[in-house]
Protein backbone atom coordinates (compact mmCIF):
# COMPACT_ATOMS: atom_id res chain seq x y z
CA UNK A 1 0.00 0.00 0.00
CA UNK A 2 1.24 3.17 -0.96
CA UNK A 3 0.11 6.33 0.68
CA UNK A 4 -3.53 6.69 0.68
CA UNK A 5 -4.02 3.95 -1.66
CA UNK A 6 -6.93 1.49 -1.18
CA UNK A 7 -5.73 -2.08 -0.40
CA UNK A 8 -7.87 -3.77 -3.09
CA UNK A 9 -8.65 -2.12 -6.49
CA UNK A 10 -10.26 -3.21 -9.68
CA UNK A 11 -8.31 -2.34 -12.84
CA UNK A 12 -9.06 -2.62 -16.12
CA UNK A 13 -5.78 -2.77 -18.66
CA UNK A 14 -6.16 -1.85 -22.24
CA UNK A 15 -3.62 -2.29 -25.14
CA UNK A 16 -2.80 -1.86 -28.83
CA UNK A 17 0.38 -3.43 -30.88
CA UNK A 18 1.43 -1.58 -33.80
CA UNK A 19 4.33 -3.45 -35.61
CA UNK A 20 6.55 -4.64 -33.28
CA UNK A 21 5.59 -1.50 -30.88
CA UNK A 22 3.54 -1.75 -27.81
CA UNK A 23 0.82 0.81 -25.65
CA UNK A 24 -0.59 -0.06 -22.82
CA UNK A 25 -3.08 1.83 -20.69
CA UNK A 26 -4.18 1.10 -17.35
CA UNK A 27 -6.42 3.09 -14.75
CA UNK A 28 -6.84 2.43 -11.24
CA UNK A 29 -9.02 4.67 -8.26
CA UNK A 30 -6.91 5.90 -5.64
CA UNK A 31 -7.33 8.32 -2.41
CA UNK A 32 -5.95 11.09 -4.86
CA UNK A 33 -8.11 10.37 -7.72
CA UNK A 34 -8.15 8.27 -10.49
CA UNK A 35 -5.07 7.68 -11.95
CA UNK A 36 -3.97 6.06 -15.21
CA UNK A 37 -0.57 5.23 -16.42
CA UNK A 38 0.28 4.52 -19.95
CA UNK A 39 3.19 2.54 -21.36
CA UNK A 40 4.87 2.86 -24.31
CA UNK A 41 7.63 0.23 -25.17
CA UNK A 42 8.94 -2.24 -27.87
CA UNK A 43 10.81 -5.37 -28.06
CA UNK A 44 14.58 -5.49 -27.26
CA UNK A 45 15.15 -8.64 -28.99
CA UNK A 46 13.28 -11.58 -30.95
CA UNK A 47 14.30 -14.55 -29.54
CA UNK A 48 11.49 -17.24 -28.05
CA UNK A 49 12.32 -15.00 -25.12
CA UNK A 50 10.92 -11.58 -25.86
CA UNK A 51 11.27 -8.98 -23.56
CA UNK A 52 9.33 -5.23 -23.51
CA UNK A 53 10.70 -2.12 -22.56
CA UNK A 54 9.73 1.28 -22.87
CA UNK A 55 9.26 4.66 -20.43
CA UNK A 56 5.43 5.11 -18.68
CA UNK A 57 3.52 8.18 -17.32
CA UNK A 58 0.78 8.61 -15.54
CA UNK A 59 -1.42 11.57 -14.75
CA UNK A 60 -0.70 12.16 -11.12
CA UNK A 61 3.14 12.97 -12.26
CA UNK A 62 5.32 10.14 -12.11
CA UNK A 63 7.15 8.82 -14.97
CA UNK A 64 9.88 6.07 -15.61
CA UNK A 65 11.22 2.80 -17.66
CA UNK A 66 9.33 -0.17 -17.45
CA UNK A 67 10.46 -4.25 -18.45
CA UNK A 68 8.38 -7.22 -19.09
CA UNK A 69 9.55 -10.78 -20.58
CA UNK A 70 7.79 -13.70 -21.13
CA UNK A 71 7.90 -16.75 -18.86
CA UNK A 72 8.24 -20.05 -20.11
CA UNK A 73 5.63 -22.68 -18.97
CA UNK A 74 5.93 -25.27 -15.82
CA UNK A 75 5.95 -28.40 -17.47
CA UNK A 76 8.72 -31.29 -16.94
CA UNK A 77 10.10 -32.91 -14.49
CA UNK A 78 11.15 -31.84 -11.40
CA UNK A 79 13.42 -33.26 -8.96
CA UNK A 80 14.94 -32.80 -5.32
CA UNK A 81 14.94 -32.93 -1.85
CA UNK A 82 12.61 -31.65 1.51
CA UNK A 83 12.42 -31.93 5.41
CA UNK A 84 9.98 -31.81 7.80
CA UNK A 85 10.21 -28.79 10.08
CA UNK A 86 7.52 -30.53 12.76
CA UNK A 87 9.05 -33.86 12.70
CA UNK A 88 12.35 -33.91 10.88
CA UNK A 89 13.74 -37.51 9.99
CA UNK A 90 17.80 -38.35 9.64
CA UNK A 91 17.81 -38.28 5.61
CA UNK A 92 15.52 -35.62 3.83
CA UNK A 93 13.08 -37.13 1.76
CA UNK A 94 13.59 -37.36 -2.39
CA UNK A 95 10.65 -35.83 -4.57
CA UNK A 96 10.34 -36.42 -7.89
CA UNK A 97 7.76 -33.71 -9.93
CA UNK A 98 6.20 -34.35 -13.27
CA UNK A 99 3.66 -31.03 -14.29
CA UNK A 100 1.76 -29.73 -17.32
CA UNK A 101 1.12 -26.42 -17.26
CA UNK A 102 -2.13 -24.85 -19.79
CA UNK A 103 -2.96 -21.88 -21.20
CA UNK A 104 -4.41 -20.43 -18.04
CA UNK A 105 -2.00 -21.48 -15.86
CA UNK A 106 -3.15 -24.38 -14.45
CA UNK A 107 -0.79 -27.16 -13.84
CA UNK A 108 -1.50 -31.00 -13.33
CA UNK A 109 0.82 -33.43 -11.89
CA UNK A 110 1.96 -36.10 -10.00
CA UNK A 111 4.90 -36.39 -7.78
CA UNK A 112 6.82 -39.92 -6.41
CA UNK A 113 8.31 -39.34 -2.98
CA UNK A 114 10.89 -41.48 -1.13
CA UNK A 115 11.74 -41.85 2.41
CA UNK A 116 8.54 -40.47 3.51
CA UNK A 117 5.80 -41.59 5.86
CA UNK A 118 3.44 -39.46 4.75
CA UNK A 119 2.90 -40.36 1.18
CA UNK A 120 4.90 -42.37 -1.42
CA UNK A 121 2.78 -40.31 -4.18
CA UNK A 122 0.58 -37.24 -4.91
CA UNK A 123 -1.82 -36.56 -7.47
CA UNK A 124 -1.37 -32.77 -7.86
CA UNK A 125 -3.53 -29.77 -9.65
CA UNK A 126 -2.64 -26.08 -9.03
CA UNK A 127 -1.75 -22.47 -10.80
CA UNK A 128 1.09 -21.00 -11.77
CA UNK A 129 1.96 -17.60 -11.28
CA UNK A 130 5.08 -16.14 -13.26
CA UNK A 131 7.81 -18.91 -12.20
CA UNK A 132 5.94 -19.06 -8.38
CA UNK A 133 3.36 -21.83 -8.19
CA UNK A 134 1.12 -23.64 -5.81
CA UNK A 135 0.30 -27.42 -6.06
CA UNK A 136 -2.18 -29.37 -4.06
CA UNK A 137 -3.43 -33.10 -3.64
CA UNK A 138 -6.96 -33.12 -2.42
CA UNK A 139 -7.32 -36.58 -1.76
CA UNK A 140 -3.97 -36.52 0.67
CA UNK A 141 -4.47 -32.55 2.35
CA UNK A 142 -1.02 -31.74 0.90
CA UNK A 143 -0.60 -28.34 -0.32
CA UNK A 144 2.89 -27.19 -1.86
CA UNK A 145 4.05 -23.66 -2.62
CA UNK A 146 7.20 -22.82 -4.53
CA UNK A 147 8.84 -19.73 -5.77
CA UNK A 148 11.95 -19.41 -7.64
CA UNK A 149 15.64 -19.26 -5.61
CA UNK A 150 17.04 -16.11 -5.80
CA UNK A 151 20.03 -15.97 -8.27
CA UNK A 152 19.44 -19.23 -9.80
CA UNK A 153 17.54 -19.94 -12.98
CA UNK A 154 15.52 -23.75 -12.80
CA UNK A 155 15.38 -23.82 -9.28
CA UNK A 156 12.90 -23.48 -6.66
CA UNK A 157 12.22 -23.17 -2.85
CA UNK A 158 9.07 -25.21 -1.62
CA UNK A 159 7.14 -25.08 1.85
CA UNK A 160 4.12 -27.83 2.38
CA UNK A 161 2.33 -28.25 5.11
CA UNK A 162 -0.65 -31.10 5.29
CA UNK A 163 -3.95 -30.34 7.09
CA UNK A 164 -4.74 -31.31 10.38
CA UNK A 165 -7.39 -33.43 8.97
CA UNK A 166 -5.33 -35.25 6.49
CA UNK A 167 -5.16 -39.32 6.08
CA UNK A 168 -1.83 -39.31 6.33
CA UNK A 169 0.63 -36.83 8.67
CA UNK A 170 -1.99 -34.58 9.59
CA UNK A 171 -0.61 -31.72 10.51
CA UNK A 172 2.87 -31.88 9.13
CA UNK A 173 4.89 -29.40 7.32
CA UNK A 174 8.16 -28.63 5.90
CA UNK A 175 10.47 -26.83 2.90
CA UNK A 176 12.50 -28.03 0.38
CA UNK A 177 13.64 -27.29 -3.04
CA UNK A 178 12.91 -28.90 -6.62
CA UNK A 179 15.37 -27.94 -10.00
CA UNK A 180 14.58 -29.03 -13.62
CA UNK A 181 18.22 -29.29 -13.92
CA UNK A 182 20.14 -33.03 -14.40
CA UNK A 183 22.05 -33.92 -11.98
CA UNK A 184 24.40 -34.78 -14.62
CA UNK A 185 24.92 -31.76 -15.74
CA UNK A 186 28.29 -30.34 -14.57
Same mark, same amino acid.
Given at each position: ?????RLAA +? #??? %?? $??? =??????????? &?????????????????????????TYTD?????????????????????????STAH?????? +? #??? %?? $??? =??????????? &?????????????????????????????????????????????????????????????????????????
Amino acid at each position: MQGDDRLAA +S #ITP %AG $TVS =GANVKITVSFP &TAAGADTVSMVGSPTNTTTDITLAGTYTDTQGDAGIWSGSTVPFLSGGYSGRFQSTAHPLPIAS +S #ISL %AV $TQD =GSFNLTGTAMI &TSWPCNGSLTLSGQALGQAFRLTDAANKVRIIAVPATNTAGNWNFTYNIDPTAPNCAGDFGRGFVSNQSPWNY
